[in-house]
């Protein structure tokens, strides 16, 4: 899994990684409505910083990236550090804007300069990628752990991945963990799955397959295959919470429905042996057919044993 966590998805405050806003919205007018003028756009075009901010949030979760460019970018002029960090993502993503990581870098580093964690986030992943700058890892150590001493939580994330691989200085798995832990706490969905994951191993922390479980649960309700599987396995094994092949059956089949090859591997044993799922040798040879496509040995080896007529 790339260390990255990015910087920004379209903007719902309450979700992780959005774009930032305000702390209050006013209510946009209904969908399908698109004649009808915001109620902000007489205020924003005043000249109020916030208004033209939220105008561009409104704009940008509409996908009217042109528009929401030109909002954020009069309420940026004006400082906003807010409006800059998501103008920077407009520029990385080439979303109503000409893709552009030198804009993308000068407004971030501007942003961050005011104090704004996400934006030392996004120059952690530029110097990470080695975009609008040099590649660098200590470089983007540096920036993710500002974020995350700033209490970015996609920081805290990606400044932990660092850490526990020893990327750009020492590693140090405990404060990874620790740093996991701070991110899952405010909903990180990969920090969640990260810090689950090492309490199931007890890299860094004492191993507590019950507390595993429950961070996995989280990051695989918020649709992250890898956490879906591993959750699976564990329901699978009894292992962390009490032994229960349909509720395994049931991740690993929104794992495998992402692509993952071993979910699909895993679905595929499941059908053939008729636990959790009623036997299905059709079901059995199709997802292990597309485990296989994806390199996945062992989905390779059944599906031989099958056309061999072998039944083990």
């Given amino acids: 899994m790339s260390a990255f966590v990015s910087p920004s998805s379209p903007p719902h405050p309450d979700a992780p990684d959005s774009v930032l806003s ?3 919205q006013p209510p946009s007018p209904p969908l399908g409505a698109e004649h009808v003028e915001h109620p902000l756009e007489a205020l924003a075009r005043t000249g109020d910083a916030t208004a033209q901010e939220w105008l561009g949030a409104h704009y940008h979760d509409r996908q009217d990236f042109a528009q929401a460019a030109h909002w954020y970018r009069k309420a940026a002029d004006q400082q906003s550090s807010g ?3 998501n103008l920077g993502w407009l520029y ?22 005011a104090g704004l964690a996400r934006a030392m986030n996004g120059l952690g992943f530029l110097a990470e990628h080695g975009r609008g700058v040099p590649r660098s890892d200590a470089d983007a150590r540096h920036w993710y752990a500002q974020a995350a001493a700033a209490g970015d939580p996609a920081g805290q994330c990606n400044y932990g991945v660092f850490l526990q691989t020893g990327r ?24 969640c799955y990260r810090y689950g994951h090492a309490l199931l191993t007890g890299q860094g922390t004492a191993p507590d397959d019950a507390q595993a479980v429950a961070w996995l649960r989280k990051a695989a309700e918020m649709d992250l295959p890898v956490a879906q599987r591993e959750l699976a396995a564990l329901l699978a094994m009894g292992r962390g919470t009490a032994l229960d092949y349909a509720q395994a059956a049931a991740w690993y089949q929104r794992a495998a429905e992402h692509g993952d090859a071993q979910a699909q591997f895993s679905l595929g044993v499941l059908y053939y042996r008729g636990l959790g799922k009623l036997q299905d040798m059709d079901k059995a040879r199709h997802w292990w057919t597309l485990a296989a496509a994806q390199g996945e040995e062992r989905a390779r080896n059944n599906l031989a044993l099958l056309a061999r007529g072998v039944n083990r």
């Fill in 22 to 24: 305000p702390v209050t």
């Fill in 83 to 85: 409006a800059m960090y």
């Fill in 92 to 113: 990385v993503h080439g979303r109503g804007v000409p893709q552009d990581d030198a804009q993308a870098l000068a407004l971030w580093q501007q942003a961050a300069a």
């Fill in 168 to 191: 750009g200085g020492p590693a140090d798995a405990a404060q990874a963990v620790a740093l996991f832990g701070q991110a899952a706490h405010q909903g990180h969905r990969e920090a």
